[in-house]
Structures are given as structure tokens and as C-alpha cells.
């Protein structure tokens, strides 16, 4: 798919604040500093459209982005934030589960994975939350730039495998890294697909 057009709409931090529209919408989680925002740059082409940080918990809203005036990539504050407060992190929760669970036109939610670490609990949970409430999910390893390619076969095979050992199915999994490019024509491609279905 060809981005000719990507923008910032809006951010929020109530669902009845997110934009009316029913155009398809696809959400970036993950733990903070996974490589949310970054992700969303590189999809689009645009290095300034989402804020990037080196330090942790830089997105603290849900920020809405249309593209191609087609459909929204919605980039989400990270979960696992260590400084936050237990205040801010129940906060986090409220509205983002609400966002997850009530949002009509989010028609699947990517889970962003940092490839340079074991499988973190956090994750699984978090997943397994999804499955139990029916929410559509993929999985997108990030930085993987940073690993070897044997590393990262390695990886996923493991992650894989610590999947199974609560799913029957594994979701679909993508590689990718910002800094590369790499995974951008897959994950384009995939959100072809689901917005064609
Ligand atoms: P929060 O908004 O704080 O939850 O973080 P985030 O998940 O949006 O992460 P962000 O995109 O701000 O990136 C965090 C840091 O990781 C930044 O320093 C990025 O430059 C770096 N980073 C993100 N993606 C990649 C990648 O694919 N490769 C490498 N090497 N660094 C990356
Ligand atoms: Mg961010």
C-alpha cells in the first residue's frame, strides 16, 4: 500500500473524545519505550508525525493519525511505565481498556514485542486479556535490528513456543525494526487486507 497521506487528527484521553468516525482503526501497544510511536513514523513515512522518546512514557494519550483519509493508525500510551505512579498506571488502565473494549471501529490491535527480551509476563497477560475478551490481535517484534538474524529466528521460534503453552494458535507474528524498514511492506499489506474484509 502507498501512504500519500498521513495526519494527526486528534489526541484524547476519553473515548468520547476520539474521532465520530467508523473508518477502520489500528491500534499500537506495548510496553513503554517498545517502539510504539517509532513504528507508526516508519509505516507512514513521516519521522516527526508520532512523538519518539528516549525515555519511557513519552505518549501518555490516545493520538489519533488518518491516513490516506481511509483509515487511522492510533498510537496508545505504553503499560509497564516503572516511574509511574500507582494513580497514573490505574488511570492507564481505565481508559485504555475502555478504548479497547468499546471502540467499534478498531478492527485489530498490534502488540508491539521488544525482540531483545525473554517473554515478560506483562505481555502474556496482556494477551491473554485480549483473547478473553475477543479483541483481535498480531504481534510485531520490534528492534530487531539489534539482534542477529539466527538471534531473531531464534526468538521468535521461543516466543512461539511460550505462546502455545496458552493458545492454541499462535497469533500472526511480523519483524520489524524502525530503523530499517524492515516489516513495513508485510504489516502494509496486512492492514490492506483487513480493510478490504
Ligand atoms: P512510549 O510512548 O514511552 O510508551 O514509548 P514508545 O513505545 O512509543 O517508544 P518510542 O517509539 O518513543 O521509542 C523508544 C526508543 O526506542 C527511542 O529511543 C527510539 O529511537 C528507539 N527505537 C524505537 N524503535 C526502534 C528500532 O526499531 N530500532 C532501534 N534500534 N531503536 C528503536
Ligand atoms: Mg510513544
Same mark, same amino acid.
Given at each position: 500500500?502507498?501512504?500519500?497521506?498521513?495526519?494527526? %487528527?486528534?489526541?484524547?484521553?476519553?473515548?468520547?473524545?476520539?474521532?465520530?468516525?467508523?473508518? /477502520?482503526?489500528?491500534?499500537?501497544?506495548?510496553?513503554?519505550?517498545?517502539?510504539?510511536?517509532?513504528?507508526? !513514523?516508519?509505516?507512514?513515512?513521516?519521522?516527526?508525525?508520532?512523538?519518539?522518546?528516549?525515555? /519511557?512514557? #513519552?505518549?501518555?494519550?490516545?493520538?489519533?493519525?488518518?491516513? !490516506?483519509?481511509?483509515?487511522?493508525?492510533?498510537?496508545? /500510551?505504553?503499560?509497564?511505565?516503572?516511574?509511574?505512579?500507582?494513580?497514573?498506571?490505574?488511570?492507564? *488502565?481505565?481508559?485504555?481498556?475502555?478504548?479497547?473494549?468499546?471502540?467499534?471501529?478498531?478492527?485489530?490491535?498490534?502488540?508491539?514485542?521488544?525482540?531483545?527480551? *525473554?517473554?515478560?509476563?506483562?505481555?502474556?497477560?496482556? $494477551?491473554?486479556?485480549?483473547?478473553?475478551?475477543?479483541?483481535?490481535?498480531?504481534?510485531?517484534?520490534?528492534?530487531?535490528?539489534?539482534?542477529? #538474524?539466527?538471534?531473531?529466528?531464534?526468538? *521468535?521460534?521461543?516466543?512461539?513456543?511460550?505462546? $502455545?503453552?496458552?493458545?492454541?494458535?499462535? /497469533?500472526?507474528?511480523?519483524?520489524?525494526?524502525?530503523?530499517?524498514?524492515?516489516?513495513?511492506?508485510?504489516?502494509?499489506?496486512?492492514? *490492506?487486507? %483487513? !480493510?478490504?474484509?
Amino acid at each position: 500500500m502507498i501512504i500519500k497521506e498521513a495526519e494527526f %487528527v486528534i489526541s484524547c484521553t476519553d473515548i468520547d473524545k476520539c474521532p465520530k468516525s467508523k473508518l /477502520p482503526e489500528y491500534a499500537f501497544i506495548g510496553r513503554s519505550n517498545v517502539g510504539k510511536s517509532s513504528l507508526i !513514523n516508519m509505516l507512514t513515512g513521516r519521522n516527526f508525525l508520532a512523538k519518539v522518546s528516549v525515555k /519511557p512514557g #513519552k505518549t501518555r494519550v490516545i493520538n489519533h493519525f488518518l491516513i !490516506n483519509k481511509d483509515w487511522y493508525l492510533v498510537d496508545l /500510551p505504553g503499560y509497564g511505565f516503572a516511574h509511574a505512579s500507582k494513580v497514573d498506571r490505574q488511570k492507564w *488502565e481505565q481508559f485504555i481498556r475502555k478504548f479497547l473494549l468499546h471502540r467499534e471501529n478498531l478492527f485489530c490491535i498490534f502488540v508491539l514485542i521488544d525482540s531483545r527480551h *525473554e517473554p515478560q509476563r506483562i505481555d502474556l497477560d496482556f $494477551m491473554e486479556w485480549l483473547g478473553e475478551k475477543e479483541i483481535p490481535f498480531v504481534i510485531v517484534f520490534t528492534k530487531t535490528d539489534k539482534l542477529s #538474524k539466527t538471534k531473531m529466528s531464534q526468538f *521468535e521460534l521461543e516466543y512461539a513456543e511460550k505462546l $502455545m503453552e496458552t493458545w492454541a494458535e499462535t /497469533p500472526q507474528m511480523f519483524i520489524s525494526s524502525s530503523e530499517t524498514g524492515l516489516g513495513r511492506d508485510e504489516i502494509l499489506d496486512f492492514i *490492506e487486507r %483487513v !480493510n478490504k474484509s
